[in-house]
C-alpha cells in the first residue's frame, strides 16, 4: 500500500512541471496553450509572428517564431515579460543561454530566463518568482 502512494506521488510530482518543463497535459507547451492560458487567467497578451522575431540571440542570429508580450498581470498592473517560442530546439537552447547575461554590462541577470516547453520566458523588469508565476501561469498551472 505505501508502495502505491508513493508511486502515485512520485507521478504527481513529475507531472507538475518545474523550471524547463513541458506543458500541461504532459505535451510540449506552445505559444497557442500558453496564450490561452494566460489570457484564461486574465493577463493581457500580444502575439507577434511572420518574422517580428528576427535578430534575437547570439549575433542576432537566431528567430523565434512567435513571441508573446505579456504587459499585463490579472490585476491591471504592469508587466515587462516575453515569451520567446522556438520549434528548433537548438535555437532555443542558444536564446535561452545568451539571456542569462545583460550584454550590456556583461553581468549574469538578476532575473533568469524559465524555459517551459518550447518557450523561453524572460523579463525587464519582474522579480524570479514573478516571472516564474507567469511561466507556471502560461503553462496551466
Known amino acids: 500500500m505505501l508502495a502505491g502512494v508513493i508511486f502515485v506521488a512520485a507521478s504527481l510530482a513529475a507531472g507538475c512541471g518545474a523550471n524547463g518543463s513541458g506543458g500541461s497535459g504532459g505535451g510540449k507547451l506552445t505559444a497557442e496553450s500558453a496564450k490561452a492560458n494566460l489570457?484564461?487567467?486574465?493577463?493581457?497578451?500580444?502575439?507577434v509572428t511572420n518574422g517580428a522575431n528576427k535578430a534575437i540571440g547570439p549575433n542576432g542570429k537566431?528567430?523565434?517564431?512567435?513571441?508573446?508580450?505579456?504587459d499585463?498581470?490579472?490585476?491591471?498592473?504592469?508587466?515587462?515579460?516575453?515569451?520567446?517560442?522556438?520549434?528548433d530546439p537548438a535555437a532555443q537552447k542558444?536564446?535561452?543561454?545568451?539571456?542569462?547575461v545583460d550584454h550590456v554590462t556583461g553581468k549574469k541577470r538578476d532575473v533568469q530566463p524559465v524555459v517551459?516547453?518550447?518557450?523561453v520566458f524572460t523579463s525587464a523588469g519582474e522579480s524570479q518568482d514573478e516571472l516564474e508565476k507567469v511561466a507556471a501561469t502560461a503553462r496551466g498551472g
Open 116 to 119: 517551459q516547453g518550447e518557450g
Open 62 to 70: 537566431l528567430n523565434a517564431d512567435v513571441y508573446l508580450g505579456i
Open 72 to 87: 499585463q498581470d490579472p490585476n491591471g498592473g504592469q508587466l515587462y515579460v516575453g515569451a520567446y517560442f522556438f520549434s
Open 39 to 47: 489570457e484564461r487567467a486574465g493577463y493581457a497578451v500580444d502575439k
Open 94 to 100: 542558444a536564446y535561452a543561454t545568451w539571456a542569462q
